[in-house]
Structures are given as C-alpha cells and as structure tokens.
T-cell receptor, first 113, second 116 residues
Framework: GDSVTQMEGPVTLSEEAFLTINCTYT??????LFWYVQYPGEGLQLLLK?????DKGSNKGFEATYRKETTSFHLEKGSVQVSDSAVYFC????????????FGDGTTLTVKP | EPEVTQTPSHQVTQMGQEVILRCVPI?????FYWYRQILGQKVEFLVS????????KSEIFDDQFSVERPDGSNFTLKIRSTKLEDSAMYFC??????????????FGEGSRLTVL
C-alpha cells in the first residue's frame, strides 16, 4: 500500500536558520503530494501541494518539489521564524477511490529566538 | 472563508459508552473523511465517504464504528462501545466539488475523545 516516510524529529533551529524536512513516499500510480502544518492546539491545514512530477509547491516562504525519480517531496525554507514552530506532515493522495490521503508521522519543529 | 466545524471539542466518556462526534463539512464539498491522531503525532485514516456511502475504510474502522450523513450538512462518526484505546483526537475533513477534486483536505479543529 501507499506510505510516507518523514525524517525523524524533533527539529530545533535558531531563528533565520535554513530548514529541510525530508519526505519520501511509496505509491502506485501518480499521487498528489502535500505538506500540512499543525500549530499547537489546532487542526491540520494545507501548507503547499504539488500534483505532478517536477511541480514546485510554495507558500509562506516554504517550498517543496515533486521528484518522481527519487520519490521525494522535501520541505525547505530559507529562513525560519519563531512563528514557524509547529508539527509538519507530509502526505500523499492517491487521486482515486475518493482520494484517501496517507500521512507521514509528522516532524515537530521548534524555532528558538 | 468556509471552514469545517466539529462538535464537541472535547468529550470524556466511560468505557463501553456510545459516542457520536459531529462535523459540518464545507457546504459544496462532496468527499468526507474521518482521521484520528494519537498523542499529537501520527494521523491515521479511518474512513472516506462519498455519494452517501463509504468508499474506503481502514482496519481501525471495525464494526464498532459507523458514519452517517443524516441530512445535507452533518457528517457524524459513531463509536458504539468505546474502549480505552479509542482515546484520541478525531479530525473530520472534507474535499472537492464537482469537476474540481484536488486531493487537498480541509480539516476541522478536531474533537478530543477521552475514554476512562
């Protein structure tokens, strides 16, 4: 079945540091890929997405590129802020069967001033 | 901005009791889901619902679980006889409308279930 593997956390960075959270996936067919963010005490919200190979999703300074050859969708940000502290989930949707999404285990990011 | 709403935000129940969690998806969405999250980490798929029937369910979604869309707006998850291990945050999500399914999920704020 489909699966998503995220780098293990937690990740602690200083403000303005560069962020990379690795994500790789296994899927049959051609999934869409997503990063969701969960701030403390809140639900998940979409951060960015990519629907086909070589697409780059971007939002709020975060970017991720859909790499079919390496089955990866790594999340990056050039300069993190304290307000970016949250749990980040990589996910894929199989685009069939009402599009069940499969999530990675989540990576907790803490940014210190 | 349209949003998914869930009630209650927190429910405490005794083991063996029935629980109903309620959700109001975004009004023009056609796909509905329940996920759960234990200990604030892994997000686990429970069930997807489309065209008034279950389209897929996970191994977690056994005979103790059921879903219903009793009217045009609500989407409910029922747990018939709760167990301690059902304690989790339950998230409702909705997605997609006619000719514009994107795979993107819109989540509610969650309902925290505590089984004692």
């Amino acid at each position: 079945g489909d699966s998503v593997t995220q780098m293990e956390g937690p990740v602690t960075l200083s403000e303005e540091a560069f962020l990379t959270i690795n994500c790789t996936y296994t899927a049959t067919g051609y999934p869409s890929l997503f990063w969701y963010v969960q701030y403390p005490g809140e639900g998940l919200q979409l951060l960015l997405k990519a629907t086909k190979a070589d697409d780059k999703g971007s939002n709020k300074g975060f970017e991720a590129t859909y790499r079919k050859e390496t089955t990866s969708f790594h999340l990056e940000k050039g300069s993190v802020q304290v307000s970016d502290s949250a749990v980040y989930f990589c996910a894929l949707s199989d685009n069939t069967n009402a599009g069940k999404s499969t999530f990675g285990d989540g990576t907790t990011l803490t940014v210190k001033p | 901005e349209p949003e998914v709403t869930q009630t209650p935000s927190h429910q405490v129940t005794q083991m063996g009791q029935e629980v109903i969690l309620r959700c109001v998806p975004i009004s023009n969405h056609l796909y509905f889901y329940w996920y759960r999250q234990i200990l604030g980490q892994k997000v686990e798929f429970l069930v997807s619902f489309y065209n008034n029937e279950i389209s897929e369910k996970s191994e977690i979604f056994d005979d103790q679980f059921s879903v219903e869309r009793p009217d045009g707006s609500n989407f409910t998850l029922k747990i018939r006889s709760t167990k301690l291990e059902d304690s989790a945050m339950y998230f409702c999500a909705s997605s997609g409308g006619p000719n514009r399914y994107t795979g993107e999920l819109f989540f509610g704020e969650g309902s925290r279930l505590t089984v004692l």
